[in-house]
């Protein structure tokens, strides 16, 4: 079983930056690789961001290419999210993932295995 923490979340103004972080802990050694998706409301969930440890590649959504960085640490399990220049449609529930398979497809929500219990983000105008 494993378990993630997500932090950092909280309420920023447009064109702001705030920094989430994702530990994970317990039987982590068939993880190969993290991500970050997230849920506005009325809306459905959507991949935001994701790295892989066996390559060190990492993914992001159209949407906040450019502006966001993911980063990590193998070692510990743990990544982190750097968000700038926030805008209000980022505004959403930030959930960390962790994933057996998400070397392969980083992307795809399906694939992941543990989630976390998500932290609020919002943009205001």
């Known amino acids: 079983q494993v378990q993630l923490v997500e932090s950092g979340g909280g309420l920023v103004q447009a064109g702001g930056s705030l920094r989430l972080s994702c530990g994970a802990s317990g039987r982590t050694f068939s993880i190969t690789g993290m991500g970050w998706f997230r849920q506005a409301p009325g809306k459905e969930r959507e991949f935001v961001a994701a790295i892989t440890w066996r390559a060190d590649n990492t993914y992001y959504a159209d949407s906040v290419k450019g502006r966001f960085t993911i980063s990590g640490d193998n070692a510990n399990n743990t990544v982190t999210l750097q968000m700038n220049s926030l805008k209000p449609e980022d505004t959403a529930v930030y959930y960390c993932?962790?994933?057996?398979?998400?070397?392969?497809?980083?992307?795809?929500?399906?694939?992941?295995?543990?989630w976390g219990q998500g932290t609020q983000v919002t943009v205001s105008s």
């Open positions: 993932a962790a994933g057996r398979y998400a070397n392969i497809w980083p992307a795809q929500s399906a694939r992941y295995d543990y």
